[in-house]
């Protein structure tokens, strides 16, 4: 199991570090929800499950693409999809979403 998991680390960081990681595409984005939902709490994760729809089967990693598809299927929200922060990583929800076209 040791070993397993050293190889998924490593694979992890190469991942990271490669220019194309940018684009995580619906492998990236169910692999980080994977890991994602073994940090909730049992509260959260109850939370989440709740507002789940019928066809993601109590899987929050089954609806964590969905943000893709519908940016390429409402060519108007692919702005909305990406929060991009500044090179200093900090970010401000406030003044991010703040604006009118902002839905989410």
């Known amino acids: 199991m040791g070993l397993l998991l050293l190889l998924q680390v490593l694979l992890a960081a190469a991942a990271a570090r490669a220019p194309a990681a940018q684009a995580w595409g619906k492998e990236g984005h169910y692999m980080t929800c994977k890991i994602t939902d073994g940090f909730l709490t049992s509260e959260a994760s109850a939370a989440v499950k709740e507002l789940l729809p019928s066809w993601a089967n109590g899987e929050l990693a089954e609806v ?10 409402y060519r108007w929200s692919s702005p909305l999809h990406f929060a991009d922060t500044p090179g200093d990583c900090n970010f401000s929800y406030a003044s991010t979403y703040a604006l009118p076209s902002c839905l989410f």
């Open 64 to 73: 964590c693409a969905w943000a893709d598809k519908q940016r390429f299927r």
